[in-house]
């Protein structure tokens, strides 16, 4: 089991703030923050990962979801600032091109 | 004492030793449906009542649901108020009395303004005097028992209130202690579900081949939870060359495992006409858009085996990179391009050959490997797997995993871990 999470939200700069730890036990609920936030926001969607110190695959499926829920209505998916241990999840995977990272 | 007061006395006596009855053959009882009728009975019975009902409370609807009425006239009369009758809290006299949490005595039921006369209307019964109490634990509601006309009197007593107050008391620590009892026979109904999944799934596992002309093939799966997200197979090819795969569901538990399952079908399927693991992987990744819709997706490594001559044609889907181990040490093939299965429509995968000594072996790990992470948060990583070479010999699967286990020290691990190896055994084999 991680450690807890947390979310921050700006919607007037359709901003979002990831810390803690997301594993499979907390990646539904993230996943359904996230759809939400799209719905509320136009245009990009920043998610800021700086505080993000531990992610799994289902939590990399979530940020997966929301570029492809994003790209098909035209919208970008923009993440900054990733912690070490996260962006070994997506070199490993290769899904760190898909970002442009 | 004279007679009346004597025959009150006995009266109440032989009422209280029902009351002392009831209290240890509700001890006995653990099921809710066969509480309720005894429960009824007993109520009646205790206050000399005709007839009997309890209403349960659905707090989620916020009603009162008449859940058993029993009388001693007709069956016909049970069935109905089973079936068709809610009352919202305040409405009518159970409503009242579920609302305001207080007991009610009525000595005449059809001068009383709270009676609600629908019951009877439904079930042809007439209510002459009532006895209606909460069922309380604690803060909660749990429901409202009613006794109906007295047999041999005109309306119920208050000390009869006083006895079906204590009978509602009996009940609630019933009906409390049978709710219990259920969530905790759902959770062993789930946890025995589980298990018989993970039956199954073992059975998805292919047995190990051992030597196949050459090299020897061998693999084993830890699921985290009972059942996993991690698959590997063996299949052999008319050719005599095996192909070897790894694949490992974002995700773990029951969601992943059947997943799992879907593309373990669907790659034996495959394997039939296909046999290049680049163009496999192709296949795969249209069944994964298809199957997981962009939810989930899968990483994969496939390796073709020529067990004769130790040639291996390798591809891989954003999994961890296969090793090499040797004598030398151990090396991280580079080179295999690809993303996840699942994720994008037309997915480009880079493979590649390679050639084994004799004595080494291909080893295709999960990241549950790499993954498994120590009391202190520490993990095992790419680096330890690697120096398993300098601290240990051939077979070096059982080897990683049991370099594994002592970095966990008994804790379990995070997520499922899986090791394949391909040990290539050059003229000795």
Redesign the interface.
């Known amino acids: 089991m991680s450690e807890g999470w947390t979310w921050e939200e700006d919607c007037e700069h359709g901003a979002v703030s990831l810390s803690g730890e997301v594993?499979?036990s907390s990646?539904p609920e993230v996943r359904q923050l996230f759809m939400e936030f799209i719905e509320q926001t136009p245009g990009q969607l920043t998610v800021d990962l700086a505080g993000l110190t531990y992610m799994?695959?289902?939590g990399?499926?979530v940020l997966?979801?929301v570029r492809?829920?994003l790209k098909e209505k035209g919208r970008a998916l923009i993440l900054r600032q990733m912690t070490p241990a996260v962006e070994k999840i997506f070199r490993?995977?290769?899904?760190d091109r898909?970002f442009g990272l | 004492m004279d007679a009346v007061e004597c025959a009150k006395w006995r009266r109440r006596a032989e009422r209280l030793e029902k009351l002392v009855e009831a209290g240890q053959a509700l001890a006995l009882v653990e099921a809710t449906d066969e509480l309720l009728p005894l429960l009824m009975r007993m109520a009646q019975d205790v206050t000399g009542a005709t007839a009997s009902s309890i209403l349960l409370h659905d707090a989620a609807r916020g009603v009162l649901r008449f859940t058993l009425a029993m009388n001693e006239n007709t069956a016909g009369v049970q069935e109905v108020l089973r079936k068709n009758l809610e009352l919202r809290l305040g409405q009518g006299l159970a409503g009242w009395v579920a609302e305001h949490r207080e007991p009610v005595l009525v000595r005449d039921a059809h001068t009383d303004p709270r009676f609600f006369s629908s019951a009877d209307k439904v079930t042809g019964f007439s209510t002459t005097s009532l006895l209606c109490v909460p069922i309380l634990h604690e803060e909660e509601l749990l429901g409202v028992a009613q006794v109906l006309n007295p047999k041999g009197r005109d309306s119920f007593a208050d000390e009869d209130l006083d006895l079906l107050l204590s009978f509602a008391h009996l009940a609630s620590v019933a009906l409390v202690r049978s709710r219990l009892l259920e969530s905790r026979l759902t959770e062993l109904r789930m946890r025995a579900q589980f298990e018989a999944a993970a039956n199954i799934q073992r059975h998805f596992l292919p047995p190990n081949p051992g030597n196949v002309g050459g090299c020897v093939i061998w693999g084993v799966t830890r699921p985290a939870a009972a059942v996993g997200g991690d698959l590997y197979d063996f299949i052999p090819l008319d050719d005599s060359s095996w192909l070897v795969c790894v694949a490992?569901i974002?995700?773990?538990?029951l969601p992943a495992a059947l997943l799992m399952a879907a593309m373990w079908a669907r790659l034996r399927s495959l394997a039939a006409q296909r046999q290049e693991p680049v163009e496999l992987l192709q296949a795969l990744n249209r069944d994964a858009l298809e199957v997981m819709r962009?939810?989930?997706?899968a990483?994969a490594v496939l390796a073709r085996v020529w067990p004769r001559s130790g040639k291996v044609r390798l591809a891989l889907a954003?999994?961890?990179p296969p090793l090499v181990f040797g004598p030398a040490g151990c090396a991280v093939i580079s080179g295999l391009?690809?993303?996840?299965l699942g994720?994008?429509q037309d997915a480009e995968y880079q493979g590649r050959d390679l050639k084994l000594e004799p004595g080494d072996s291909l080893l295709l790990l999960t990241?549950g490997v790499t993954?498994a992470r120590r009391a202190d948060k520490a993990f095992f990583g790419m680096e330890r797997v690697q120096k398993v070479a300098e601290q240990a010999r051939a077979p070096w699967g059982p080897a990683v995993l049991g370099a594994v286990d002592a970095w966990l020290e008994g804790r379990e691990a995070?997520?499922d871990v899986t090791a394949v190896e391909i040990r290539f055994l050059g003229d000795e084999g």
């Open positions: 594993d499979f990646s799994d695959s289902s990399l499926a997966l979801d492809r829920r490993l995977t290769q899904v898909l | 490992d974002a995700g773990k538990g962009g939810e989930l997706f990483t954003g999994h961890l391009a690809g993303l996840p994720i994008e990241d993954e995070g997520d």
